[in-house]
């Protein structure tokens, strides 16, 4: 499949027809969004807009940011238009996040290094009250607190067949974790909450956990993986054959 047609592929199934189950979907004539409760964020996942209606769009949306008073994210990809559109959100005050690169691997391509058992000691999630080593994790590599993830992930393991947990251990302590989600009616399976605690990087203990979840993908038989990468990721990724489609920005806005 050409590049252009992996991209619309992309655009269908993880901006436009995907749904979360903790969200309340709003799918208005330029832009589709979604809500979550106070505190949760609440973001734009797609728009489809020209030169002639941008300005408007916008300021129809900040009215309604306003109104919720609640922090609101507009994901930009590198191929939405008009082309600028990251330069007039900034100027309506949001603030922009680094670019991620969007990457994606067709799984019939899998190299036979992520189909191997790991080498490391790697446990499989599948309750709240076992969520504790990844928030210590998540809580180690990127500070704050991470408390949401019993709430939000909890919530996401009760669905079945939602949504599969790892985290994988260093001498019996947890290192590294990440996740993978199974959107019902789609190819393309997505990987969230890639994280290794810094000290213990240089083990395979990513590579281990991202094996685990190329290999739920393949028994699944999806067709696609999907992942946001950050700098520190994309090489890794790249290394196991996933390639960039695109590049995603986060526009933040906080009244």
Not at 61 to 69: E, H, W
Not at 82 to 98: I, T
Not at 221 to 244: C, K, W
Request: charge should be negative.
């Amino acid at each position: 499949m050409k590049r252009q047609q992996l991209i619309a592929l992309f655009d269908r199934e993880q901006r436009i027809e995907i749904e979360y189950p903790d969200m309340i979907k709003e799918v208005l004539p330029h832009v589709i969004r979604f809500r979550r409760p106070a505190p949760g964020m609440n973001f734009i996942l797609y728009s489809q807009l020209n030169e002639d209606n941008v300005e408007g769009i916008i300021d129809e949306q900040l009215a309604d940011m306003r109104q919720f008073n609640q922090p609101y994210e507009w994901k930009v990809y590198a191929h939405d238009q008009p082309a600028d559109l990251k330069d007039r959100l900034v100027a309506k005050g949001f603030s922009l996040e680094e670019p991620e690169a969007v990457m994606l691997m067709e799984l019939k391509k899998t190299p036979a290094s992520l189909l191997k058992p790991p080498s490391v000691e790697v446990k499989t999630i599948e309750h709240r009250d076992q969520l504790g080593d990844v928030v210590a994790i998540l809580e180690k590599v990127w500070g704050g607190s991470f408390e949401w993830v019993y709430g939000r992930l909890g919530d996401h393991l009760e669905i079945p067949g939602y949504v599969k947990v790892y985290v994988a251990y260093s001498a019996g302590q947890a290192a590294c974790t990440g996740w993978i989600i199974f959107n019902p009616n789609s190819q393309i399976a997505s990987l969230w909450g890639g994280s290794t605690i810094p000290e213990l990087r240089g083990q395979g203990l990513y590579s281990a956990v991202l094996a685990m979840r190329v290999q739920e993908a393949h028994r699944r038989n999806y067709r696609y993986l999907t992942m946001d990468a950050s700098p520190m990721s994309q090489p890794i990724l790249e290394h196991h054959g996933f390639e960039v489609l695109t590049y995603a920005t986060g526009c933040k806005w906080e009244d």
